[in-house]
């Protein structure tokens, strides 16, 4: 007897399931010593403190926040451009014929990748120093290789005829893939480079957080010294910063890179290449003026600092330590933050419907969980609930409900209205005409994204490990801070592992979810996810 399956737009709503065991096994972790804390900062977020003091600091961190993160994407979006293509079998094999050397880089890439800019951070802090340099760094190392994961994957996935029809005709090979696969990559690369854009800023935020500098350092200092008015006015400052950043990239998206804008004339093209051209070059003036206000000067900023004596090696206790717990929990941990983001986005835009003030309360608060680091969630919830690892998935959570939750927004916003109006005439409500007219068609691929971001939430458990959660994250600020490198190393090679492990599941089940699918329809969100769902 087969047992009956859930219907297509059900498969969204299922992973909201694991608030039922969250529900009943937050009592026990709480505490009540905090909830006048909580109350305060809320309380705080309506009025800010505007002492010229205070907002002058907040802005002049928020200054510094950007430059790192405008410095940081552009160094990973030049070298990621450039180890794509160096990792693209299609390249390798128009140029040369064979295409290992393309998987071999892929593969060499696959490590800087794994590993997450906060700890690459952390890392260079030991060697360098604290300085700016060391947070563009963390950002452009990782985020380099993510740009050369879905370059390659898009120039191997795009046609090959134009390339074909080239190459008899007698173009060399580097002038036939640039004139045949530059155009359609362009819109996917313009696309994702906005979307890195505003990682780098949550990044640049999120590294302050650890001490390198900028916004991020003022607001943990001022949530650890529990001045939440002074917290908040930094935190509005950063909210209206990305929301500007966030209109400026869609307006730059809509001009360039949305596809139907390569249908115009050829003299339209030439216009937007000439823009882009123009864009390109303003940039460089700028991002040398930025590294010179905050302090890069590479003739000093390389020189390695010296590191105390280490201690010797002492593998039998690093084996000794308790790795099933610790991989177990940050698993779990991942788990719980991805179930909590991909079923809550489409079940709180049920709850909301007839659209009303609720849309907007959502809006505010998915916007309030992109902008709110993770560590900082963390630290919040500690005034109330116990570490471990649900207080580290519901952090976890948060954050990544609201990029899925836009994500879903803009796409429910833009898709076709056929099916869901046609519901709605029959006089089905507003809820179940969304459910089975809009979620029907938008179950593949935003599970597929939810995939995705399992893999980034994987990544991400390290940061809310470092401020007292579980798992590998805080055995390995332990280790950070005795200086063990043994034990460093070790944790090292297994968060990598971990990571690498979930990113291939992930793979797996997208390229299982993308069959039959049609694609997230184009806003400003759903446009950054196409190159993700297709790669």
């Given amino acids: ?20 065991p969250l529900l009943l096994l937050l009592p ?10 909580v109350g305060d900062f809320a309380a705080a977020a309506l009025r800010p403190s505007l002492e010229p003091l205070v907002l002058g ?7 510094i926040t950007v430059a790192m993160a405008l410095l940081g994407w552009a160094a990973s979006l030049g070298l990621g451009l450039l180890l794509g293509v160096a990792s693209s079998q299609l390249v390798w094999h128009t140029c040369g014929g064979v295409a290992w050397p393309a998987q071999l880089i892929r593969r060499l890439l696959a490590l800087p990748r794994s590993i997450h800019e906060l700890i690459w951070g952390l890392a260079l802090l030991q060697l360098l120093g604290l300085q700016p340099l060391v947070a563009v760094l963390a950002i452009a190392i990782p985020f380099a290789a993510l740009v050369a994961r879905v370059v390659s994957d898009q120039l191997d996935a795009l046609p090959v005829a134009a390339l074909e029809g080239l190459r008899s005709a007698g173009a060399r090979p580097a002038a036939a893939l640039l004139t045949a696969l530059g155009p359609p990559l362009l819109p996917q690369l313009l696309s ?4 890195r854009l505003e990682c780098a800023l949550r990044s640049a935020t999120l590294l302050g957080v650890f001490g390198l500098g900028g916004l991020g350092t003022e607001l943990r200092l001022t949530l650890q010294s529990l001045a939440f008015r002074e917290l908040w006015t930094g935190l509005w400052l950063l909210l209206v910063a990305m929301l500007l950043l966030e209109q400026l990239l869609g307006g730059l998206r809509r ?9 115009l004339g050829r003299a339209s093209v030439g216009h937007r290449g000439r ?16 590294g010179w206000w905050i302090g890069i000067a590479p003739a000093s900023d390389w020189r390695w600092q010296p590191l105390p004596p280490l201690a010797a090696a002492d593998w039998p206790a690093v084996a000794a330590l308790p790795w099933a717990r610790l991989v177990g929990n940050t698993v779990l941990m991942t788990l719980l933050a991805a179930a909590l983001a991909v079923g809550l986005a489409p079940l709180l835009l049920l709850l909301a419907q007839p659209w009303g003030w609720t849309r907007w309360l959502l809006q505010g608060l998915w916007a309030l969980g992109r902008l709110w680091p993770p560590p900082l969630t963390a630290l919040l919830l500690l005034f109330v ?3 471990g690892v649900l207080t580290g998935a519901l952090a976890l959570g948060f954050h990544n409900l609201g990029v899925l939750g836009r994500l879903l927004l803009e796409s429910n916003d833009h898709g076709q209205r056929g099916a869901e109006q046609a519901l709605s005439c029959a006089g089905t409500g507003p809820r179940m005409a969304l459910l089975y007219g809009r979620f029907s068609g938008l179950a593949r691929p935003y599970l597929a994204y939810g995939a995705y971001r399992t893999d980034v939430i994987l990544r991400e458990s390290v940061v809310v490990g470092l401020v007292g959660a579980t798992g590998l994250g805080s055995q390995l600020m332990e280790a950070l801070s005795a200086f063990a490198t043994d034990e460093l190393l070790a944790l090292l090679l297994a968060y990598a592992l971990l990571t690498l492990v979930g990113e291939e599941l992930s793979d797996r089940l997208r390229r299982q979810l993308r069959g039959g699918a049609r694609p997230l329809s184009p806003g400003p969100a759903a446009a950054t996810a196409l190159p993700l769902l297709q790669g």
């Fill in 1 to 20: 007897m087969r047992l009956p399956r859930p219907a297509a737009p059900l498969w969204v709503l299922l992973p909201a399931l694991v608030l039922l």
């Fill in 28 to 37: 026990a972790i709480s505490h009540g010593g905090g909830w006048g804390l």
């Fill in 57 to 63: 600091s907040a802005l002049e961190g928020l200054a």
């Fill in 192 to 195: 994702y480079g906005g979307y």
């Fill in 255 to 263: 001009r360039w890179a949305m596809p139907e804008r390569l249908n």
């Fill in 275 to 290: 823009e882009l051209l123009l864009a390109g070059l303003a940039l460089i003036p700028l991002l040398v003026i930025l």
């Fill in 385 to 387: 609930l116990q570490p």
